[in-house]
């Protein structure tokens, strides 16, 4: 399998502008998770789908954030507008219970930069 | 509230052991997680534990007590790939995954 798949690895943009992140899990995880990294704040959780359903999505810092997954094989994170606090690394992380250790399975990431 | 606590940061000679340390106070606990991330790449997966005891894998251990709400991380024959960030993360009782901070390990020759 090929692993998690984001979209785009990199993004520069300026403030007020829309921003859409996409993942895609590997195949047969049920669950998907989307975090953002900072030096700051570290890793956290913004919101998680299990099939296909948003289950917890309190990490979601403002209404300027949104998160869809319209089927099992994809998912995006929506910032409208984006502002210079955003700037971080988005991961994207599939998961599938059922399997012992519960890992998540982390994407390379999309590195998005707010000017 | 929740919380993980881990060094910052700590220093380890090429060859040598050295021990990473995880402290976590939770609203349940499910198994705890040790991640280790590279500068500029994604986290992955190097141990779990769910019971009390050593799991060892290779040069990698980890240790997990959940009387005293501890953890550690036992890295063997350090090599300079080695130098990385390593996160440890509890699942609580609603199966979420808290994180701590993580511990920058630089390893010099």
């Known amino acids: 399998d090929a692993g998690v798949i984001q979209s785009p690895r990199h993004e520069v943009t300026e403030m007020g502008q829309e921003v859409t992140l996409r993942c895609k899990p590997i195949?047969?995880?049920?669950?998907l998770f989307w975090y953002r990294q900072t030096m700051m704040r570290g890793l956290e959780l913004l919101i998680y789908?299990?099939?296909?359903?948003?289950?917890?999505d309190s990490g979601m810092p403002e209404d300027r954030f949104s998160a869809k997954m319209p089927n099992a094989s994809f998912s995006t994170l929506k910032i409208q507008p984006s502002e210079p606090r955003d700037s971080a690394v988005y991961f994207c992380?599939?998961?599938?219970?059922?399997?012992?250790?519960?890992?998540?399975?982390f994407g390379p990431g999309t590195r998005l930069t707010v000017t | 509230g929740q919380n993980i606590d881990q060094p910052t940061e700590m220093t380890a000679t090429e060859g040598a052991i050295v021990q990473i340390n995880c402290t976590y106070q939770?609203?349940?606990?499910?198994?705890l997680f040790w991640y280790q991330q590279h500068a500029g790449e994604a986290p992955t997966f190097l141990s779990y534990?769910?019971l009390d005891g050593l799991e060892e894998k290779g040069r990698f251990s980890s240790f997990l007590s959940r009387s005293k709400g501890y953890s550690y991380l036992l890295l063997k024959e350090l090599q300079m790939k080695d130098s990385a960030s390593y996160l440890c993360?509890?699942?609580?009782?609603?199966?979420?995954?808290?994180w701590g901070a993580g511990t920058k390990l630089i390893i010099k020759p």
């Open positions: 992380a599939s998961s599938a219970p059922g399997d012992l250790s519960y890992e998540q399975y």
């Open positions: 195949s047969g995880h049920d669950y």
């Open positions: 789908f299990n099939n296909n359903v948003p289950i917890d």
């Open positions: 939770t609203s349940g606990f499910n198994g």
């Open positions: 534990n769910v």
């Open positions: 993360a509890v699942r609580d009782s609603n199966y979420q995954l808290i």
